[in-house]
């Protein structure tokens, strides 16, 4: 690894070998093949160390959150909210109470939208999105505006996929109630201007809330730095298990908004005729929570922390520049999404070769990428194709994994030449 | 190697019908058309039929987008039942959708000319969709359905 050679911020840049043995995964073969496990972008490997922790709270710690007077419901109680603290560290979050447990980064999107979304828009209002959104950034927010009479307003990008900010600004309206932009796109890897996002909403008095699904992986995320009002992720993401996620909200919003679904938990008291909902963030936690998931996404983060996110940032910095300047090189294959900052993820296309025949031909040579619209397709119709081949990074992969993206595109050529 | 697999996957009739497909034009006159759609790879096909009053498909054509294996079994399709009576194309399908959902084994190659070059889908689970969209277009147009989609 040439990368291992490079020191990053005073300690020695990330061992990859060292990093994959820690994935069970990564050993098994693939269709007789090593694994090239390119796929990260959709969902990540998880570690030893989540794995085991998931295990272990099975095996030592389970029962009920929050409602037991009983030893292990005091265990399962104070891992729970340890969990939730790790997150909040994670995210730099003045407080755990900011921080709502949610099955993912949809789920904390759509709370978002049935909450604040609620709370604010009207009829006439508009919700400000951003072109390179995912489905789960677009769908809640229609669905809202449909419901209220409002209107979606979209800011465009440009053609290499980089957020037009000063168009982004036009579109800031008095009648802008909510601003909804990725952090990071997963169909084309633009990192956006979050933080000067946030101060156009800041300025008119508008909450900005923050898709990172596809960014707490990749670098250190500084929800206070960037000045968002809300921040949404996903576990399985960030090398921890399915079915977990979060989203953080500044307190002064989360005691404003609604509660979203009723339950058990999000309430102090229920009588027939009257009701008295829970502080937050436990308001919004109806019903017994996924517990495995998040003490699995605590030992995620515990383990990205352990990496250094400084490090894996600059990891895969490299690999996004060498598999860049790689699959620029090979004719006939064109990068989608070349905007000056991007994060993790490699879309391409190739001269007639539709992106799912690249996507069979690389996985019979044990080579996992993602092929389609990417859940994004407004974006595959920006930039006018049906789909595209997405090689996307983790911190498990090296230099290695791109030689063998190359020589796996390669075949695919020889096979429709 | 599993390149044996790829090779049954891609077989050259597949990549050549796949790269120059037949009948890929828009039929003006058309008595029955259908849309294609498999959301999932984006694959999107317009499906044109002329069918006379004895029943007979006297022309066939379809334009859009697709994987090679999409635009292979399309085209394929579109020889295959040209000048068939409306009813040997619904058998024809029937044939089809057993071959690559269930294998070659159950079906015999007889029936099936020149489509027995489809007999590799079958291997692979996650390009059956994209073989038996075209021929689930001609269905819903044959039965005066207008979209149709494989997901």
């Known amino acids: 690894m040439r990368a291992a050679e490079q020191m990053t911020a005073g300690r020695p840049a990330l061992d ?45 710690q389970h029962a009920n959150v929050h409602r037991g007077v009983h030893y292990l419901s005091e265990v399962a109680t104070a891992e729970y909210e340890a969990a939730r603290v790790k997150i ?5 979050a003045p407080s755990a109470h900011e921080v709502i447990f949610t099955h993912g980064t949809t789920e904390a999107l759509n709370l ?15 919700v400000l999105v951003s072109a390179m959104e995912h489905h789960s950034n677009i769908v809640p927010w229609h669905m809202l505006c449909a419901e209220k009479g409002a209107k979606l307003v979209v800011a465009p990008m440009d053609d290499r996929g980089a957020l037009l900010l000063d168009e982004l600004e036009r579109r800031i309206s008095p009648r802008t109630k909510v601003i909804a932009v990725a952090h990071v796109s997963n169909a084309l890897g633009t990192v956006n201007p979050v933080a000067e996002i946030a101060a156009l909403g800041r300025a008119r008095g508008v909450p900005v809330v923050v898709d990172g699904a596809q960014a707490v992986a990749h ?6 730095a960037l000045g968002c009002d809300f921040y949404a992720f996903s576990g399985h993401k960030v090398y921890g298990p399915t079915g977990i996620g979060a989203l953080w909200g500044r307190a002064e919003w989360l005691d404003r908004i609604p509660p979203w679904q009723g339950g058990g938990d999000m309430i102090l008291s229920v ?11 436990f308001k919004f936690e109806a019903g017994t929570p996924n517990m495995d998931g998040a003490i699995g996404l605590g030992a995620a983060l515990d383990w990205v922390a352990g990496v250094g996110r400084e490090r894996v940032a600059a990891h895969e910095a490299d690999l996004l520049a060498y598999g860049t300047e790689r699959l620029s090189s090979l004719p006939g294959v064109r990068i989608v999404g070349t905007a000056p900052r991007k994060a993790g993820v490699l879309s391409f296309v190739m001269d007639d070769v539709h992106p799912h025949d690249i996507g069979t031909i690389l996985d019979r040579e044990g080579i996992a990428i993602r092929t389609g619209h990417h859940c994004a397709q407004p974006v595959m119709k920006r930039f006018g194709i049906p789909a595209t081949a997405r090689a996307s990074f983790g911190v498990y992969n090296g230099r290695d994994d791109v030689d063998a993206l190359v020589a796996g595109i390669e075949k695919v050529r020889a096979l429709f030449a | 190697m599993t390149h044996g697999d790829l090779d049954d996957l891609y077989q050259q009739v597949i990549l050549d019908h796949g790269k120059n497909p037949r009948n890929f034009r828009v039929l003006e006159d058309a008595n029955r058309a259908a849309e294609g759609l498999n959301p999932l790879c984006g694959d999107h096909f317009n499906l044109f039929l002329k069918v006379d009053d004895g029943g007979v498909i006297r022309d066939i054509s379809f334009q859009g987008q697709g994987c090679a294996i999409s635009r292979a079994s399309a085209s394929l399709m579109t020889q295959a039942v040209k000048g068939k009576p409306v009813a040997e194309a619904a058998q024809l399908f029937d044939k089809v959708h057993a071959l690559v959902t269930e294998g070659p084994e159950k079906v015999d190659p007889a029936d099936l000319g020149k489509l027995a070059v489809l007999s590799g889908v079958c291997q692979f689970p996650t390009r059956v969709k994209c073989a038996s969209l075209a021929w689930h277009t001609l269905k819903s147009a044959l039965e005066g359905r207008a979209t149709v989609s494989t997901e």
Do not use: C, H, M
Not at chain 1, 271 to 281: E, F, L, M, S, T
């Open chain 1, 16 to 60: 990859v070998d060292r990093v994959r043995a820690e994935f069970p995964i990564l050993s098994r073969p693939v269709r007789g093949k090593r694994l090239v496990f390119l796929d990260t972008a959709a969902s990540a490997q998880a570690p030893r160390a989540v794995i085991d922790a998931v295990r272990r709270y099975r095996e030592e």
């Open chain 1, 219 to 224: 670098a250190a995320v500084d929800v206070q």
């Open chain 1, 112 to 126: 978002a939208a049935n909450t604040l979304g609620k709370l604010l828009v009207g009829p006439g209002d508009e």
């Open chain 1, 88 to 92: 909040a560290r994670f995210l730099n």
């Open chain 1, 271 to 281: 009588a027939w005729d009257q009701i008295v909902y829970n502080k937050p963030p």
